[in-house]
């Protein structure tokens, strides 16, 4: 939330502070406890991520791709930018 920065204050912008949310997962066997990641990633990514999870055929024609090289790897150099869109 923005408290009177650059006269704002509600959630409705597209800057850092409004677009960042808590993501955490814990897959056992995938995940190993205390790792973190900081790369960005878009919340259109959680389905096909939870479809590769529970071991589902993939999905074609989906926007966003499955996170699971990050779960497995959080230093992974992960190039698919996060995009934001308001409006």
């Not at 926007?63 to 869109?85: H, V």
């Amino acid at each position: 939330w923005h408290l009177g920065e650059k006269r704002h204050l509600h959630k409705f912008t597209l800057w850092e502070r409004s677009t960042r949310i808590p993501f955490i997962v814990v897959a056992p066997g995938v995940t190993h406890p205390g790792t973190r990641s900081g790369k960005p990633v878009g919340t259109i990514d959680i389905f096909p991520t939870l479809n590769e999870l529970c071991g589902l055929p993939s999905v074609d024609g989906l926007d966003g791709a499955s996170l699971m090289p990050i779960l497995r790897n959080p230093a992974l150099d992960w190039k698919r930018p996060a995009l934001i869109t308001h409006g």
